[in-house]
């Protein structure tokens, strides 16, 4: 089973740019799709955005879409998040995870995720 490791995490203000990353290993990384799911303090875990084995198909949860960009670099078994013009309502621990079933929501087909990263935007 593919092991995640997330970082880029961090403190930031409102309408700053964040990048996190993850990192996989143990598994072949290009034979999944991956994603990122969020969770917020007092809330349940959320689907934020995923993307497909190649990095050509996308999905993204209506609050983030046109500010955060998600990519791949399979070569190098990582994950990106780009986050632009990020928002108090953004503060949460961010997860990079992994499944192959078909992107439906409520999880976007997400099954296995890492420890997290936690991103706060506050003034």
């Known amino acids: 089973q593919v092991r995640l490791e997330e970082s880029g995490g961090g403190l930031v203000q409102p309408g700053a740019s964040l990048t996190l990353s993850c990192v996989a290993s143990?598994?072949?990384?290009?034979?999944?799709?991956v994603g990122w799911l969020r969770q917020a303090p007092g809330k349940e875990r959320e689907f934020v955005a995923r993307?497909?084995?190649?990095?050509?198909?996308?999905y993204y949860v209506d609050s983030v879409k046109g500010r955060f960009a998600i990519s791949r670099d399979n070569a190098k078994s990582t994950l990106f998040l780009q986050m632009y013009n990020l928002k108090p309502e953004d503060t949460a621990t961010y997860f990079c995870?992994?499944?192959?079933?078909?992107?439906?929501?409520?999880?976007?087909?997400?099954?296995?995720w890492g420890k997290g990263t936690l991103v706060t935007v506050s003034s």
């Open positions: 993307i497909s084995r190649a990095g050509v198909i996308t």
């Open positions: 995870a992994t499944g192959d079933r078909p992107a439906l929501p409520p999880d976007y087909g997400m099954d296995y």
């Open positions: 143990g598994g072949t990384f290009s034979s999944h799709h």
